[in-house]
């Protein structure tokens, strides 16, 4: 249910204005790493946006759980 102040495609294009970038992120560590690794690193990040994190900052907490490119 959406909060009944949001327009349901400004909330879309805000959505995927927001995850996009990292998509594409996930897409190029995929090819570094592994598809299962670049998902749960998203994942995490998308989650911790979703928490209130600054997206930059949501990835340096990432990365920084990482220990030889695994969680």
Excluded at 28 to 37: D, F, G, L
Aim: glycine fraction near 6%; proline fraction near 7%; charge should be negative.
């Amino acid at each position: 249910m959406y909060p009944s102040y949001t327009n349901p495609h400004h909330l879309k294009q805000e959505t995927l204005s927001q995850v996009g970038p990292w998509v594409q992120y996930g897409l190029n560590e995929a090819q570094k790493t592994s598809v299962p690794h670049a998902m749960m690193e998203i994942a995490a990040i998308a989650y911790l946006m979703g928490k209130g994190y600054d997206p930059r900052m949501a990835h340096q907490i990432v990365e920084s759980w990482e220990v030889n490119e695994m969680f």
